[in-house]
């Protein structure tokens, strides 16, 4: 059992000075019996207060793609900053990350926007959508989570009693306080069912701006669509007059590819961007046809933000970009890494004969305790996961030093070695055991 005293006495106090003692929601979920309070981080290590250290698989929910606090983009950053921070006005890096970013996209005649977060770029995403088609419906999946807005914050775990019967979906506010009027702009559709997207089209003809989705659903179970599902919802939103548009805040500059576009050969109107290419620093990024972001470009649809652009997060940007372009294997050593863990860990299940399972992609993927060899969508995870085990099983990896997060996904940095794999593994193992003892 690890001593976490200190943690427990400075949650205490942050009590009462933080709401909760916690400055974003789901930190309170952390698998040990406080919410741990970190004194320092490298790499794929973290260690508390106390002096405990753990491999993590959190990695800031994603963003540390090259571990915590990685050398090169520190001191590009330290370099900048020197400088000056916001000036409120532009700078040349920013025209590089835009490049850079636009390179790796593989894309032609795209434009970006910047901005500081995944909740923030995506309400841009759905203003933008709408300005450009004059229409106000947009599409978001169960299951799917596009930031905390009032606008999009529906049906990201719904419960089954709430949700409506799987052919007519409820619109399910995640929070207490939502504007309801927002709940008129929102139509759910249940993911990997084109038969029932179909129906919505049908249904509001002509009137939807826009489909958005996760295109590999990373905040559930990491699910890989269906094959040629993707391309189906797209030939609906062209013969709709409609927009396609990809959430890439989790997946983007991470996957093989760097990519959903790339993964799966399909190319949007429009996609957001965050965490992961920045390597640790706030961004995030709104990409698309120039024809539909010059409503942003000239002023149409409104954006702004004193923090869009910093000079922080774009020398970190610029960095991690070089890194990914430099290193032509980046991505494919990055998934290795990723489908060794998720191996070991479907091997381990057949071995010691529990419902463990992973899937996902290489270097962000999911682990639930389910019967099942694959789950389809949000209704199937609430039926088929049992998240009381996913929990227990974290609690005890925790007391072995492995650091994993409440919502089941775990994500991979380039710093994490084979021998962190391989103990990884072998702590899994123990805490399966010890959870079949149990």
Same mark, same amino acid.
């Given at each position: ?25 789901? $930190?309170?979920? %952390? *698998? ?45 950053? =330290? ?14 890096? !920013? ?11 593989? @894309?032609?005649?795209? @434009? ?14 759905? $203003? ?15 299951? *799917? ?21 799987? =052919?007519?979906? %409820? ?23 084109? %038969?029932?997207? $179909? ?14 989705? !996760?295109?590999?659903?990373?905040? +559930? ?10 391309? &189906?919802?797209?030939?609906?939103? !062209? ?27 399909? +190319? ?31 002023? +149409? ?17 610029? &960095? ?11 991505? !494919? ?28 992609l290489g270097s962000v993927f999911s682990i639930s305790f389910t019967n099942k060899d694959h789950i389809r969508d949000w209704r199937d995870h609430f039926i088929n996961c049992d998240e009381t085990k996913y929990k227990y ?15 089941? $996904?775990?994500?991979?940095?380039? @710093? ?23």
């Amino acid at each position: 059992m690890n001593n976490i005293n200190n943690s427990k006495k400075l949650y205490t106090k942050a009590k009462k000075y933080i709401a909760g003692g916690i400055s974003s929601q789901i $930190r309170v979920l %952390e *698998h040990s019996e406080v919410p741990l309070f970190i004194k320092n981080a490298k790499g794929s290590k973290i260690w508390d207060v106390d002096g405990n250290e753990y491999i993590d698989f959190i990695q800031g929910m994603g963003p540390n793609i090259f571990g915590h606090a990685p050398d090169f983009i520190n001191k590009q950053v =330290s370099e900048e900053i020197n400088k000056g921070m916001i000036y409120a006005a532009q700078f040349d890096k !920013e025209i590089e990350v835009a490049e850079k970013s636009l390179k790796i996209l593989n @894309t032609k005649d795209w @434009t970006v926007r910047f901005a500081s977060s995944g909740t923030e770029i995506d309400q841009l995403l759905i $203003r933008l959508m709408r300005g450009f088609t004059n229409r106000q419906l947009f599409v978001k999946f169960e299951g *799917h989570y596009h930031g905390w807005m009032d606008s999009i914050n529906y049906s990201v775990h719904p419960d089954l009693e709430l949700a409506g019967d799987k =052919s007519n979906p %409820e619109a399910v506010p995640e929070s207490k306080g939502m504007d309801e009027n927002t709940k008129n702009g929102v139509i759910i559709a249940r993911w990997n069912d084109i %038969e029932h997207l $179909r129906d919505i089209f049908k249904k509001y003809d002509h009137q939807i701006a826009g489909v958005l989705m !996760e295109p590999i659903r990373a905040n +559930t179970n990491c699910i890989i669509p269906d094959d040629g599902y993707i391309q &189906a919802v797209k030939k609906l939103c !062209e013969e709709n007059g409609s927009l396609l548009a990809f959430d890439e805040v989790i997946t983007g500059f991470r996957i093989l590819g760097g990519s959903a576009k790339e993964y799966f050969g399909v +190319t949007p109107d429009l996609a957001t961007f965050a965490k992961s290419f920045a390597g640790g620093f706030p961004i995030a990024m709104l990409a698309g046809k120039k024809e539909i972001m010059d409503y942003v470009g000239d002023g +149409t649809v409104y954006h702004g933000g004193s923090f869009n652009s910093n000079v922080a997060s774009i020398a970190a940007a610029n &960095a991690s970009l070089d890194e990914m372009i430099d290193n032509k294997n980046f991505f !494919e050593d990055l998934d290795k890494k990723g489908k060794k863990l998720i191996s070991g860990i479907n091997k381990l299940s057949k071995d010691l004969k529990v419902n463990i399972h992973a899937q996902g992609l290489g270097s962000v993927f999911s682990i639930s305790f389910t019967n099942k060899d694959h789950i389809r969508d949000w209704r199937d995870h609430f039926i088929n996961c049992d998240e009381t085990k996913y929990k227990y099983f974290c609690q005890i990896a925790f007391h072995k030093g492995i650091r994993l997060s409440s919502n089941g $996904r775990v994500h991979l940095a380039t @710093t994490h070695t084979e021998n962190d794999i391989e103990k990884t593994l072998e702590m899994f193992k123990l805490s399966l055991l010890e959870m079949k003892k149990n």
